[in-house]
């Protein structure tokens, strides 16, 4: 009898342990899915910041806040400009639109 409740024991907490781990690799793959979203819209927004489109319209199309798209579109420029620094590149032209980011 004893042994048959040890053994209802280990059972249940086998499956225990597998629910929480195909629990957690289910967050996993929406954590997962929703970054790769999130990375779409930033390299549509920088791409569309290029072109010349204005931010409010920019964040529009990439249906996320401006104030978000502006601080992906900040990050952007300093990650470039601190690349272009380290290569000794800090005098061309940057091609991104200040005013659009700020403005």
């Known amino acids: 009898m004893c042994q048959a409740i040890e053994e209802m024991k280990r059972d ?9 781990i195909e629990k957690g690799m289910q967050q996993g793959i929406e954590q997962g899915m929703q970054q790769g979203i999130e990375q779409g819209a930033r390299k549509t927004a920088l791409n569309l910041l ?3 489109m204005p931010m409010e319209q920019i964040a529009h199309m990439v249906g996320y806040s401006s104030g978000e798209v502006r601080q992906w579109l900040l990050r952007a420029k300093k990650a470039e400009l601190i690349k272009k620094d380290r290569w000794g590149e800090k005098n061309r032209k940057n091609r991104y639109s200040y005013k659009n980011l700020h403005g």
């Not at 249940?12 to 929480?20: A, C, I, P, V, W």
């Open 12 to 20: 249940s907490m086998e499956e225990g342990m597998q629910r929480g």
């Open 50 to 52: 290029q072109i010349g």
